[in-house]
C-alpha cells in the first residue's frame, strides 16, 4: 500500500480566514513533503520534515505554517493567504528523506482557491 | 539553472505505438532518477525509478533508460494507451546526499486512438 491521503479536496477561503489542510500515510515513511503546483509547472518544494523534526524550509512565506503531530500526520496551516497562492498542494512522503535512492508518494492535493 | 531539464513540452503518439520521453539533467551528483505521471488536479503517481548503477529498468509497459556519460534518460512505454495521456515529470536526487527530488518540467503525452 502506498497511500497518502489529503484532506479536504478541494478549498475555498477567504483572505481573512484561517483554514488547515491535512495528510495522512500509514506506511511507517518518517519523511514527509507539501509541495506547491500551479498549472503547467512541476510540483514546488515548501517543506520537508523528517522525523517530525522541519528539515527544510524553501523560503516559504509566514502565512504557511506546517506542523507534524507525529509520523503519520502532516499538516498545513493557512492564514491571510492572497489570491495568487492559490493553487494544488500537494503532500508527499517517502521512507527516509529523498537521496539515499528514495521514492516519493504523493497524495492526490488539494485544489485551493484564495478569493 | 535548471538542473533537470525535459525538452519537450509535448509529445503526440498514435495509439499501440512507443512513446518516448526525454531527460536531461546538468548536476553530476545525481544517481537516482524517477518518472511521476499526472492527471490534471491530481496528485503525481510514481511510475518508475532507476538508480545510476543500472542502466536499463523495465516495468510492464514501461522501461527507463540511462546513459550516464551523457546525462540522460528516456522513458520508453510501448504500446502506448489512451490512457497514458497525462503530464509525465522527471525527477532526479542525489543518492548520498539530503536533498529533495528536483523536477523537470513535465512532457505532456497525447495517445492518439
Known amino acids: 500500500d502506498t497511500e497518502v491521503t489529503q484532506t479536504p479536496k478541494h478549498l475555498v477561503m477567504g483572505m481573512t480566514n484561517k483554514k488547515s489542510l491535512k495528510c495522512e500515510q500509514h506506511m511507517g515513511h518518517r519523511a514527509m513533503y507539501w509541495y506547491k503546483q500551479k498549472a503547467k509547472k512541476p510540483p514546488e518544494l515548501m517543506f520537508v520534515y523528517s522525523y517530525e523534526k522541519l528539515s527544510i524550509n524553501e523560503s516559504v512565506p509566514s502565512r504557511f505554517s506546517p506542523e507534524c503531530p507525529n509520523s503519520s500526520l502532516l499538516n498545513l496551516h493557512l492564514h491571510a493567504l492572497q489570491p495568487e497562492d492559490s493553487a494544488l498542494y500537494l503532500c508527499?512522503?517517502?521512507?527516509?528523506?529523498?537521496?539515499?535512492?528514495?521514492?516519493?508518494?504523493f497524495g492526490p492535493g488539494t485544489r485551493l482557491l484564495v478569493l | 539553472d535548471q538542473q533537470v531539464k525535459q525538452n519537450s513540452p509535448s509529445l503526440s503518439v498514435q495509439e499501440g505505438r512507443i512513446s518516448i520521453l526525454n531527460c536531461d539533467y546538468t548536476?553530476?551528483?545525481?544517481?537516482?532518477f524517477l518518472w511521476y505521471k499526472k492527471y490534471p488536479a491530481e496528485g503525481p503517481t510514481f511510475l518508475i525509478s532507476i538508480s545510476s548503477i543500472k542502466d536499463k529498468n523495465e516495468d510492464g509497459r514501461f522501461t527507463v533508460f540511462l546513459n550516464k556519460s551523457a546525462k540522460h534518460l528516456s522513458l520508453h512505454i510501448v504500446p502506448s494507451q489512451p490512457g497514458d495521456s497525462a503530464v509525465y515529470f522527471c525527477?532526479?536526487?542525489?543518492?548520498?546526499?539530503?536533498?529533495?527530488?528536483?523536477f523537470g518540467k513535465g512532457t505532456r503525452l497525447s495517445v492518439i486512438a
Open positions: 508527499a512522503s517517502s521512507l527516509r528523506l529523498a537521496g539515499g535512492g528514495e521514492t516519493q508518494y
Open positions: 525527477a532526479a536526487s542525489e543518492f548520498s546526499g539530503n536533498t529533495p527530488l528536483v
Open positions: 548536476n553530476s551528483m545525481f544517481d537516482y
